[in-house]
């Protein structure tokens, strides 16, 4: 269990981490990234939006997107393991 205090720290890093800080930017920092990366996003996860994931989609030069529909928002991951698991599957299958 967390305290919230510790609580209250995971989440300031998650909302303060920036990729691209030291790397010249997030398009630097990801555009130098030639293999294959599959980003997965939930359609109602509201703590990650789609719409970020749509973001790295298109910073990586090779990403390809992914999207979980779930009703549990950003748990989807979580909770959808057979959407998840198909996805991871079918990635790796097609990068090998």
């Known amino acids: 269990r967390f305290d919230p205090i510790t609580y209250l720290k995971l989440t300031e890093q998650m909302d303060t981490h920036d990729v691209g800080r030291g790397r010249g930017g997030k398009k630097s920092a990801l555009g130098s990234v030639h293999i ?14 789609l719409s970020d994931q749509e973001e790295l989609t298109e910073l990586f030069p090779n990403g ?33």
């Not at 997107?65 to 079918?90: C, K, M, P, T, W």
């Open 36 to 49: 294959p990366a599959m980003i997965l996003g939930i359609d109602s996860d509201v703590l990650y939006p």
């Open 64 to 96: 390809e997107l992914r999207i979980i529909n779930s009703d549990a928002g950003h748990d989807g991951f979580l909770l959808e393991q057979d959407q998840v698991a198909s996805y991871i599957s079918e990635f790796l299958s097609s990068h090998d």
